[in-house]
Structure formats: C-alpha cells, structure tokens
C-alpha cells in the first residue's frame, strides 16, 4: 500500500508569494498526479508527470522517481489559486489506482 | 476541451435503496475508473475498468457495487442497496490508455443517504 504524505496540510500565503507543496510516497510509482480541488468539490487534473519538471503558466511540477518525492511549485499565487492541491501517485506495478494523499489548502490572501 | 461529465450533480436516496450514478468518459478513451471522497477524508479509488470488464477493484467495491458500460458512451456504478455511511463524493474518471496516461476526473456525484 502506497503512504503519501503531502506537507504542508494547511497554507495561507499573500498574493504575489511563491508557494511549495511538497509529496513524498512509500512504493515506487511510474507517474504520480497532481489535481487541484475547488469547494464545490470537482476535481482537475493540474499534471501528470513520470520524470523531471513540467511546466503550465504559473504552475511548475517536479519528480525525482529514485526518492520518492515530488513538489508543486505556484509562482506569482493569486486568490483564485486557492483551493485544495493533492498528490496521487500512481499507477505502480500491476495496477491501475492512483492513491490520493490528503492534500494542502492553499489561502492566498489579497 | 474534452472533458468528463457525471449526472446528476447532487443524489438524496433513503437508506436501502439502489441508485445508479451516470458518467460519460472521454470518447476516445480506454479505462474508465470510480473514485470516492467521503466528507472530510481523501480520495479513494474503487474500481477501474478496461475492455468491458473490471481490471482492479479496492476492497471497498464488495458485492453491492457494480459497474456497467451499457452503451458506447455511458459508464455507471450501481449501488444495490445504499447504506447511510455511502453517503460520499463519487467520481468518474477516464485515461486513455490506463498506465501512464493522465487520468481526467468529472465533477463528481454527491450522494447522500438518508
């Protein structure tokens, strides 16, 4: 069973600010997401990545496979970034399932 | 841009009943997955689905679940007899070819059961 684990669970930050939610996970994985969960609650693919960085606008993902670990970075953050940001690594080996962490509340503040 | 939709966006059921909780992939993709989010929790996959059968299922997804892609375009999951704790966010998503591919997650379902 894979163990995510995302830091920070809560983030308030200033409008401007450069933000990182950080993931790390126990089983080794080919691909992990990145979703973005607004209150209403629907869910939005942001990335899916298997190695190294990509990149979207203001939003930058970075993998490093070999340690388990993958970050999300918000340059410039605006109030309408806030929302909940969660990492589902995944599939592994054999299977299908992402495995979701719990993921961070982001609150950019005008 | 293509994108998943579930109906209906919001279903109140009484306990015992069955309901049937719609999704339309995207049409030129392969797996087809549910996911469910109870109220304050994380996301918890349930079941995927390839090539008109179930590929992987959680041990959430016991006998009273089901799964069906009744036509070319509509992908359900059955509850058969609702109990108050299914009472969740359900979400249907899709990916083109399963592994290493994104998956891309509708709206959701909210089901409560009273």
């Known amino acids: 069973k894979n163990e995510v684990e995302q830091s920070p669970q809560n983030l308030t930050a200033q409008e401007g600010e450069f933000i990182t939610i950080n993931c790390s996970y126990s089983?080794?994985?080919?691909?992990l997401h990145w979703l973005q969960q607004h209150p209403g609650g629907g869910i939005v693919s942001l990335f899916m990545l298997s190695s190294g960085k990509k990149k979207h606008g203001r939003l930058i993902a970075t993998i490093n496979i070999q340690e388990k670990h993958s970050s999300l970075h918000i340059t410039a953050s605006h109030p309408r970034d806030s929302a909940v940001y969660i990492c589902a690594p995944g599939p592994g080996a054999g299977s299908y399932q992402l495995t979701f962490g719990k993921g961070t509340k982001l609150s950019v503040i005008p | 841009e293509p994108e998943v939709t579930q109906t209906p966006s919001h279903q109140v059921t009484q306990m015992g009943q069955e309901v049937i909780l719609r999704c339309v992939p995207i049409s030129n993709h392969l797996y087809f997955y549910w996911y469910r989010q109870i109220l304050g929790q994380k996301v918890e996959f349930l079941v995927s689905?390839?090539?008109?059968?179930?590929?992987?299922k959680s041990e959430i997804f016991d006998d009273q679940f089901s799964v069906e892609r009744p036509d070319g375009s509509n992908f359900t999951l059955k509850i058969r007899s609702t109990k108050l704790e299914d009472s969740a966010m359900y979400f249907c998503?899709?990916?083109?070819?399963?592994?290493?591919?994104?998956?891309?997650f509708g709206q959701g379902t909210r089901l409560t059961v009273v």
């Open positions: 089983v080794g994985i080919s691909a």
């Open positions: 689905f390839y090539n008109n059968e179930i590929s992987e």
């Open positions: 998503a899709s990916s083109a070819h399963g592994r290493n591919t994104e998956a891309f």
